[in-house]
């Protein structure tokens, strides 16, 4: 049963767009994440965000940013889309971070 | 740092042969360890875990995987695969007490009918 939403599912756009993937989890998990998955499957822990306390990997360009409105959502921005960008971008939560759960995930495409 | 090591990126077997991937992880302490698995165009999904206590531990679908700690290993095994068993599969450690889990390469196994 899929308690971590995403949405969209895909997204197409081009160079220098602004774009935004909405995550919403529904476990009441105190922390959620962002994963970047390349097209051979690995996986980069982008962002986490625990009672409102941001975690970032020092190597994430600065046109991504993660937006919280409480803990269950987090949603990711990204400012000016560049080709490199085009992957997967996976939702997680977790409690005390244990087990993950994860969403379906969004693909981008960046043209 | 901690690391996770899955050397194997591809592995085929035959339908009702039995399966073993493995990893191996780079940490001081006993780290909690996980795999999980992703099937096409989805996410990933737990398949077991190991907090502490009996070293092997069983998961969904016929999945087993043992905690070596003198070998730093936590390989995942099956008796009989499936076809529907074909996947990425993940091995990733978390730190206790920390929201830091870090992941394998991942292993895609391909099962033949």
């Known amino acids: 049963e899929t308690a971590v939403f995403q949405t969209p599912n895909y997204h197409v756009t081009q160079v220098g767009n602004e774009v935004s993937f909405n995550c919403k989890q529904t476990?009441?998990?105190?922390?959620m994440y962002w994963y970047k998955q390349d097209s051979k499957k690995l996986l980069k822990i982008m962002f986490s965000?625990?009672?409102?306390?941001?975690?970032v990997n020092e190597t994430v360009p600065r046109r991504f940013s993660p937006q919280s409105s409480d803990k269950a959502h987090l949603n990711l921005r990204i400012k000016s889309v560049e080709p490199e960008d085009s992957a997967v971008y996976l939702c997680?939560?977790?409690?005390?971070?244990?087990?993950?759960?994860f969403g379906a995930g969004t693909r981008l495409s960046v043209l | 740092a901690q690391s996770v090591t899955q050397p194997d990126a591809r592995v085929t077997v035959s339908e009702g042969a039995s399966l073993q991937l493995r990893c191996k992880y780079s940490?001081?302490?006993?780290?909690?360890l996980f795999w999980y698995v992703q099937y096409p165009r989805q996410g990933l999904q737990l398949l077991l875990k190991?907090?502490?206590?009996?070293?092997v531990v069983q998961g969904v679908n016929g999945f087993e995987a043992e905690f070596i700690k003198s070998n730093s290993s936590f390989h995942l095994r099956k008796a009989s695969v499936h076809w529907s068993d074909s996947a990425v599969y993940f091995c990733?450690?978390?730190?206790?007490?920390?929201?830091?889990?870090?992941f394998g390469t991942g292993t895609r196994l391909q099962v033949l009918p």
């Open positions: 476990l009441g998990h105190d922390t």
């Open positions: 990733a450690v978390s730190l206790p007490n920390t929201n830091k889990v870090v």
């Open positions: 190991y907090y502490s206590g009996d070293p």
């Open positions: 940490y001081s302490g006993t780290p909690y």
């Open positions: 997680a939560s977790s409690w005390e971070g244990n087990t993950l759960y």
């Open positions: 965000y625990n009672n409102k306390q941001l975690i």
